[in-house]
């Protein structure tokens, strides 16, 4: 409904909850484990998620993406698109070796 909608806005609020989101499920993947363990870590989630979603101005997803995620992006940035292009070169020539590969497959059959 965001993409589709005539005000912009809303998609930057729902691209930004979502990497937040990406961001909080990876980092919670590792830690699931140790953190099950504290009591009511369930509501403590659940609250934290609610509050990264909440339509305010002071909205979690917003807040953490403007002091977390945004200065780390850049300051990290040149690095990160060279290991993006290089992921890119490798899936590419992966491409193109899979697609040999299945046709010599075919000729031989």
């Avoid at 005000?7 to 953190?35: G, I, P």
């Avoid at 870590?41 to 979603?53: D, N």
């Avoid at 002091?67 to 193109?96: A, E, N, W, Y």
């Amino acid at each position: 409904m965001a993409l589709e909608s005539s005000k912009k806005e809303d998609d930057t609020r729902w691209l930004t909850y979502w990497v937040v989101f990406a961001l909080f499920s990876v980092t919670e993947f590792f830690s699931d484990l140790l953190l099950s363990w504290f009591p009511l870590y369930w509501l403590a989630k659940c609250l934290f998620l609610v509050w990264c979603f909440m339509p305010v101005s002071w909205n979690g997803s917003d807040v953490i993406y403007t002091r977390v995620v945004r200065p780390f992006f850049m300051k990290h940035q040149t690095g990160i698109d060279s290991v993006m292009s290089k992921v890119t070169g490798k899936l590419d020539q992966l491409g193109d070796d899979v697609i040999k590969v299945a046709g010599d497959a075919v000729k031989s059959d």
